[in-house]
């Protein structure tokens, strides 16, 4: 969803139905930091400085995420 339509009442009544999980979710894909750091890592990967798995590995570190198997 683009960044201007965050706060229409339609995404808000969206935000108010969301599990805890996808409440985070959409609270780190609003953080400015996250999202360079998301960047980063997948122009680090595209570039073949670091393989994809340690790459997002570190990235789940830093910003405190699990990801289901």
Do not use: C, H
């Amino acid at each position: 969803m683009p960044t201007n339509f965050w706060k229409s009442p339609d995404s808000i009544k969206q935000l108010n139905d969301l599990d805890p999980s996808g409440f985070a979710l959409e609270f780190l894909r609003r953080n400015p930091k996250y999202r360079q750091d998301y960047r980063e890592t997948l122009r680090r990967i595209e570039r073949g400085a670091v393989d994809k798995a340690t790459a997002l590995s570190s990235l789940a570190r830093r910003w405190g995420l699990q990801f289901r198997s």
